[in-house]
């Protein structure tokens, strides 16, 4: 890691009381593990990094308490897969989803979410840097360059995104060492960047123009969700408020919001279901309740599905 984007992150990391170890078997010896301090948390932070071209980071560690997460990060293009996080980012303010793939453009303002507290944060990711879109791409495909920032920002935060999802999930298990590392590291980052495009101008062609109109439509049935997430909701019910049809209404809500309108009501639905169970002693039967369910174990495989792990889990970490 003796490189500009190693000593990057070892500034990083440092500064938020993570601490190089030596390899301790949970990842690879080929990058260098951090440890978080004691007196915030447990666990570790990794990261693999190449000539300043990629680094590939894997996250698993929890804060005793909320933590802030507000830092500048370096100048790339990341894209990454969250096993497990609870917390929200701040500005925008956003849910922190997991089972879901993410981009960051780093570089440009700082990144600032707060973390809940005793929850896993488990993801893994790769970060392509300045030198690898800016110069390695264009001089190996000068004819066929495509600046890959327009694709990772069309991406911004997908649950449907399965490709990438095996790809880095098999990069966060790979334990070759030496030139197989090399290769293995820089042909899945290869990879990615070219499922990224692909992802890119398959959505591209799946856009449409949206009108000012409704762009405010959406907009209105989006607060309306936000206020009657827990009661039944039906297409219908939204067609009639958002003044379109119902295919109309799914397509553009996706385009606009970035999931469609039954994840939207889920994640609604988990943000209140995670407050019920860090402030209040009702059962887990009753928060399915309130927040909309009839069937706790539904319940429980969507709140799993969306925080990475079970709303008893969930409570038992916060005690």
């Given at each position: 890691m003796k490189n500009k984007i190693g000593d990057?992150?070892?500034?990083?990391?440092m500064e938020r009381e993570f601490s190089?170890?030596?390899?301790?078997g949970h990842f690879n010896s080929c990058g260098q593990t951090y440890a978080l301090s004691p007196k915030l948390g447990e666990g570790f932070y990794w990261v693999y990094s190449e000539e300043n071209l990629f680094d590939i980071k894997i996250h698993d560690f929890f804060f005793h308490e909320?933590?802030?997460?507000?830092?500048?990060?370096?100048?790339?293009?990341?894209?990454?897969?969250?096993?497990?996080?609870?917390?929200h980012e701040v500005s925008p303010?956003?849910?922190?989803?997991?089972?879901?793939?993410?981009?960051?453009?780093?570089?440009?303002?700082?990144?600032?979410?707060?973390?809940?507290?005793?929850?896993?944060?488990?993801?893994?990711?790769i970060e392509i840097l300045p030198e690898y879109y800016l110069h390695y791409l264009k001089e190996k495909f000068p004819t066929e360059y495509v600046n890959p920032y327009d694709t990772f920002s069309s991406i911004d935060e997908t649950f449907h995104f399965p490709e990438m999802q095996r790809l880095l999930t098999q990069v966060a298990e790979y334990r070759g060492e030496g030139i197989s590392a090399k290769l293995f590291y820089e042909a899945k980052v290869n990879e990615a960047v070219s499922l990224v495009v692909e992802h890119f101008h398959n959505h591209d062609r799946e856009q449409v123009h949206i009108s000012r109109k409704d762009?405010?439509?959406?907009?209105?049935?989006?607060?309306?969700?936000?206020?009657?997430?827990?009661?039944?909701?039906?297409?219908?019910?939204?067609?009639?408020?958002?003044?379109?049809?119902?295919?109309?209404?799914?397509?553009?809500?996706?385009?606009?919001?970035?999931?469609?309108?039954?994840?939207?009501?889920?994640?609604?639905?988990?943000?209140?279901a995670e407050f019920l169970l860090s402030n209040t002693d009702l059962s887990i039967a009753q928060i399915a309740r309130t927040v909309g369910y009839s069937n706790p174990s539904r319940f429980a495989e969507l709140f799993s599905r969306n925080v990475g792990i079970l709303p008893g889990e969930y409570r038992r970490l916060l005690e």
């Open positions: 990057v992150y070892n500034q990083i990391l190089p170890i030596d390899a301790n909320d933590f802030l997460f507000d830092c500048l990060m370096p100048e790339g293009l990341s894209i990454s897969y969250y096993q497990s996080i609870a917390g303010y956003r849910r922190l989803n997991a089972n879901c793939i993410k981009t960051y453009i780093g570089g440009e303002t700082p990144y600032k979410a707060i973390m809940h507290r005793r929850i896993p944060v488990k993801s893994v990711g762009k405010e439509q959406i907009e209105s049935v989006t607060a309306y969700i936000n206020d009657h997430a827990s009661f039944p909701l039906t297409l219908e019910q939204l067609s009639k408020i958002a003044c379109m049809g119902n295919t109309k209404l799914k397509k553009t809500f996706k385009q606009i919001n970035g999931c469609t309108i039954t994840e939207y009501i889920q994640q609604t639905r988990m943000s209140q």
